[in-house]
C-alpha cells in the first residue's frame, strides 16, 4: 500500500533544503548590496569629446528602488533643474535620428538604471544625478564634453609637438598645469586594406587646488571643463577643447570560416543577407528625400569603437572627410563616427558599408528621392527668390498707383484755377 502521507513530507523536506541551500555565485555579486551609496553625494568628474553617445551608470542603489529618475544640472545648486525620466517609456533607439540641435531631453535613454545620452554637444555639460521621484540621491557624474578644436594626422603632427613645447617654456608660474590627456590608440578600423586609428586627446589640468567633492582618476588631474577647477584659474571660457589624432595602420584580416551549408545559405538569401560582396552582413534599407540632411550610424557600435565608412568599394577616410577638414564638402565624419551628407543629391543614393574594431559590420543601401508637393520654409531659396518677386511687384503697384494719384490730384487743381480765371 502506498503512503501518500509520508510521500508528502519527503518531498516537501527535499524542496526545503534545496531552497536554504542555494547561495549565489561568489562570483555573481550583486553590485548593489556590495557597493554603499555614499553618505555625501559626492561626483565623478568624466569627459568625453563632443558627438559621442556616453552611458552613465548608476552605481549603487537601494535594492528595494526599483525605478530612476535622472536629474541634470548646469551649475551645482542652481534652480534650474531638469528631470529625466523614460517612466512612459523612451522611442529613441537610433543615434542617426537624433541631431545636434535637439534637447536634452530628446536625446536619452534611462536602461537597467543608466543613463544614455545620444550625440552629446558641450552644452550637455554639467551635473548628472541618479535619484528618485520623492527625492533621495544616490549617485553623482560631473560631466565635461569636449568639442575637439583640433584633428592632427602625420604632416602636422610635429608641427603641434613643437607649439606645445614652446607654449611649456614659455609659460609663467601659475597653480595649475594644463596637458593633453590621450586615450590608447583604437584598433585598426579596416582589415586587408589601408586603414586609420584614432586617438582623442582631453584637455585635463593638473592642480593642488581642486575641489573635493569631485571624484578623479587621480587626486590632482581632472579635465579642463570640470567643476572641481576653481572659477579663479579662469578656465572657464579659455577656448581649452579636445584633439583627435589620426594615423594610418594596416591590418590582415583573419582567416575566412568554412563554407556554410546549402540550407543555411537559402536562409541567409531569404532573410536578405545575399550580396556577394557582403556575405553574412545585415542589410539596412533607407529611403531619404534630396534636398536634406542625413546622418548615418553604424548599427551596434559603441564610443570605444573604431569605426569606418566606405561608399561601395571606395573607403571614405578621416584624413579626407573628417568634419572642419574640408568646408564645401557635403559628406564628413564626425568625432562621433556618423557619416553626414548635408545636403543629399542624387548622386549619393548606393550601398555604403560600415566597419566596427576592423570587421564589416553593416551594409545600408540609401535611395534618394525628390519630394513633390513638400511644405516649403521661409528660408528655402525659392521661399525667398517668391517674396522678393512680389516684394517688387508690389513696390512697382504702390509707385504706380501713387503717380496716377499724383496726377489726378495735379490735373484736378489746374482744372480749378482754370475755372477761377
Known sequence: MFHWPLFVLCVWTLCLSLLTAYQAPEDKEDIFTSRACPAFLVFDSVAYPADMTIELPCHCKPEETLSVVWYYQKHLGTQDTRVLTDFAGTAIVDSSKIGRDSDLRGRFSIRLFSLIVFRVQEDDSGHYICGTASGEFFYGYDVDVQVVRQVLFSWNLSQRNETQASEAEGSPNKPFQVFASHWPWSVCD??????????????????????????????????????????????????????????DCHTPCPPKRATISPEKKALLDFLGYDDPKSPGLPVYYHNHPVESDLVLSCPGTKPQHAVAWDKGSAPLYRSQFIEGLNQSSRLFIDVGHHLHIRPVRLEDKGTYFCWIEGKKAAEIKLGVYSRLGRTRRISDPESLLALKAILVIYTLLTAVFLLIISIRFMWNVSKERRASY
Open 190 to 247: 579596416r582589415c586587408g586594406v589601408r586603414g586609420e586609428q584614432t586617438r582623442v586627446g582631453l584637455c585635463c589640468v593638473m592642480s593642488e587646488h581642486l575641489q573635493v567633492r569631485y571624484l578623479h582618476k587621480s587626486s590632482n588631474v581632472t579635465s579642463c571643463g570640470s567643476s572641481a577647477v576653481p572659477l579663479s584659474f579662469g578656465l572657464a571660457n579659455s577656448g581649452y577643447g579636445a584633439e583627435l589624432v589620426v594615423r
